[in-house]
């Protein structure tokens, strides 16, 4: 099996494992404190979209990067949606 194919199948089940755990523990989260759920915080979704994933090599400042742009994402998002309603 070409190197290839066995990265990107390896790549899909990380992201089914993260697709996973993310609402199991999004769905547990807002079980326990339900007022999470009342306040409609965040659109009633806990996680971000994206994720990051690394088996080597990720070090302090690339995770300080990420979340950086992860926060810029996220703010594009909201006004995106304040502006549209």
């Known amino acids: 099996m070409p190197r290839s194919v066995i990265l990107k199948r390896v790549r899909r089940e990380v ?6 755990l993310k609402g199991k523990s999004a769905i547990r989260v807002f079980s326990v404190f339900r007022d ?43 006004e995106f949606r304040f502006n549209r309603g």
């Open 15 to 20: 992201v089914l494992v993260l697709i996973w």
């Open 36 to 78: 999470l759920r009342r306040h409609r915080y965040w659109g009633n979704h806990f996680w971000a979209q994206g994720y990051c994933v690394g088996t080597v090599g990720l070090d302090q400042e690339t995770i300080r990067k990420y979340v950086k742009w992860q926060e810029k994402q996220e703010q594009r998002q909201e």
